[in-house]
């Protein structure tokens, strides 16, 4: 499919946020030749970004001389129309940058993010997510919420990238002065008015309509004001807590960033966790899975799978129809034997992450588990059995 004409050029002004990247868009575009150059680069310093175009120099000049005849003034444009990208000036803050590019369709996105990637350059018929869809799935949005009995400040993280949303305080010595109450009274007042207080932060988190599409929440500060927080809020905003921080108000904006990164990533690498324990039960149970990549890919096309399951960093040789877009595993065929159209080489994890994309299928990457590896690195989790499945079973 070509790329729509509002989404030929994207390169905003900014850090851009992983999350805010259009991968299920991106993973709609193939072409039946190899016209897509897909860049990743580090960043991070001026000699990494040194090294970086050297490498990327360096694939170009390989991949120019392994090129069809055919392919080679395309690919020649394509490469020139990446390069100011690619030599453009370091930002603050930036870390990686990710090109798109394709001189036959006058497609060009230019990313920089906060974020650290592998330099990688790759030519083939579709822009090449997986880098991208590895960051994703560990940098999600979530939300820190740094509190005393005093003043909340509500931060949303987004790739390292801090924006702070909200904040509220009220002060006590002012509203609750001393003169002549009695101890007792005053210290009553005081956490009546430290209640009141926290109630209006719980009402304000409750109403935060993106919580619901984040990561979840970190509640971070010094004291016992966020354990009672957590019971004002209800039942269903305490699940979307990930978790609890003992930090001073005064923690510096990028160490609440670290700290609070940690807690995210560990709570993704429980959810991995979960996910490639749940679909080994139902392996095991005989229940709503599938493994094995064409098993997978035919339960992806027919919009069958709940979550689809893959080692990360693992790597499944296999073939693509340039044509009709068929991929199996495997040695690669002159031809498509559905359609005679032309064969490339692919990861075949690459295809089937782009297939649950384009199928609205939740994808998990789990950085190591024995089971998964031991079914070829991929499995899924289904919605529901297709009817030959369900009479095989009965």
């Known amino acids: 499919m070509k790329p729509k004409p509002e989404f030929r050029s994207i390169s905003p002004d900014r850090l851009v946020a992983v999350t805010e990247i259009d991968l299920g868009a991106l993973s709609e575009i193939y072409d039946e030749t190899d016209i897509y150059l897909s860049i990743y680069m580090r960043s991070s310093s001026s000699s990494d970004l040194e090294a970086s175009r050297s490498f990327v120099a360096s694939r170009f000049r390989v991949m120019q001389k392994s090129l069809p005849s055919e392919l080679q003034e395309s690919f020649r444009r394509t490469a020139s129309l990446a390069q100011e990208a690619i030599d453009s000036s370091f930002w603050k803050g930036e870390r990686s940058r990710v090109i798109f590019v394709s001189s036959p369709e006058s497609f060009f996105h230019f990313y920089r993010m906060s974020l650290d990637c592998e330099p990688l350059v790759v030519l083939d018929t579709s822009p090449f997510l997986l880098p991208l869809a590895r960051l994703r799935d560990d940098h999600e949005d979530y939300g820190?919420?740094?509190?005393?009995?005093?003043?909340?400040?509500?931060?949303?993280?987004?790739?390292?990238?801090?924006?702070?949303?909200?904040?509220?305080?009220?002060?006590?010595?002012?509203?609750?002065?001393?003169?002549?109450?009695?101890?007792?009274?005053?210290?009553?007042?005081?956490?009546?008015?430290?209640?009141?207080?926290?109630?209006?932060?719980?009402?304000?988190?409750?109403?935060?309509?993106?919580?619901?599409?984040?990561?979840?929440?970190?509640?971070?500060?010094?004291?016992?004001?966020?354990?009672?927080?957590?019971?004002?809020?209800?039942?269903?905003?305490?699940?979307?807590?990930?978790?609890?921080?003992?930090?001073?108000?005064?923690?510096?904006?990028?160490?609440?960033?670290?700290?609070?990164?940690?807690?995210?990533?560990?709570?993704?690498?429980?959810?991995?966790?979960?996910?490639?324990?749940?679909?080994?039960?139902?392996?095991?149970?005989?229940?709503?899975?599938?493994?094995?990549?064409?098993?997978?890919?035919?339960?992806?096309?027919?919009?069958?799978?709940?979550?689809?399951?893959?080692?990360?960093?693992?790597?499944?040789?296999?073939?693509?129809?340039?044509?009709?877009?068929?991929?199996?595993?495997?040695?690669?065929?002159?031809?498509?034997?559905?359609?005679?159209?032309?064969?490339?080489?692919?990861?075949?994890?690459?295809?089937?992450?782009?297939?649950?994309?384009?199928?609205?299928?939740?994808?998990?990457?789990?950085?190591e588990d024995e089971f998964l590896q031991s079914i070829g690195g991929v499995g899924a989790i289904l919605r529901y059995l297709n009817p030959i499945d369900r009479q095989k079973s009965s």
Not at 162 to 191: A, C, F, P, V
Not at 332 to 344: D, F, I, N, Y
């Open 144 to 367: 820190l919420l740094l509190l005393d009995s005093q003043d909340a400040r509500l931060f949303i993280i987004r790739s390292r990238i801090m924006e702070e949303t909200n904040s509220s305080s009220i002060d006590l010595m002012k509203k609750h002065k001393k003169g002549g109450w009695s101890q007792m009274r005053y210290n009553r007042l005081r956490k009546g008015a430290i209640k009141s207080f926290l109630t209006e932060v719980a009402e304000d988190v409750t109403a935060l309509e993106s919580l619901q599409s984040m990561r979840g929440l970190v509640l971070a500060g010094p004291g016992d004001a966020k354990n009672q927080l957590m019971e004002l809020l209800p039942q269903k905003v305490r699940e979307q807590v990930i978790g609890l921080l003992d930090i001073p108000m005064t923690t510096r904006p990028s160490e609440l960033v670290k700290l609070g990164e940690q807690v995210a990533l560990d709570r993704e690498r429980t959810l991995s966790i979960k996910r490639a324990e749940e679909l080994k039960a139902n392996v095991l149970r005989g229940q709503l899975y599938a493994y094995g990549t064409d098993s997978v890919r035919d339960a992806l096309a027919q919009g069958r799978v709940n979550t689809l399951v893959l080692l990360s960093d693992y790597v499944v040789p296999g073939w693509i129809c340039e044509r009709c877009q068929h991929f199996q595993e495997g040695d690669r065929p002159e031809v498509c034997a559905q359609c005679g159209g032309r064969t490339s080489q692919v990861n075949v994890l690459e295809e089937l992450y782009e297939l649950a994309q384009r199928t609205g299928a939740e994808v998990e990457f789990v950085e």
